[in-house]
């Protein structure tokens, strides 16, 4: 099964990262969010999973499907 994409604030380094869910190495590492939230997106497109996106202080803020949704919004 793929594993989703997080985008999170590492403090330590004092840098946005993409982590797969389950993983401590991140697969990418960047200055700024919004750096961060394009790799991420481009990366949760091409597996066809979920892209959480967390606050600096950890709680998610968003979330985007980009594979299957089972429970897709109603019209």
Do not use: C
């Not at 982590?19 to 597996?47: M, Y």
Request: charge should be positive; glycine fraction near 10%.
């Amino acid at each position: 099964m793929a594993k989703n994409i997080h985008t999170v604030y590492n403090s330590d380094r004092e840098r946005w990262e993409n982590k797969r869910e389950g993983s401590g190495t991140p697969l990418s590492s960047h200055r700024t969010k919004d750096n961060a939230l394009d790799a991420g997106e481009r990366v949760a497109k091409d597996r066809s999973v979920e892209h959480f996106i967390h606050g600096k202080d950890g709680k998610i803020q968003e979330r985007n499907s980009y594979g299957y949704d089972p429970f897709p919004p109603r019209g």
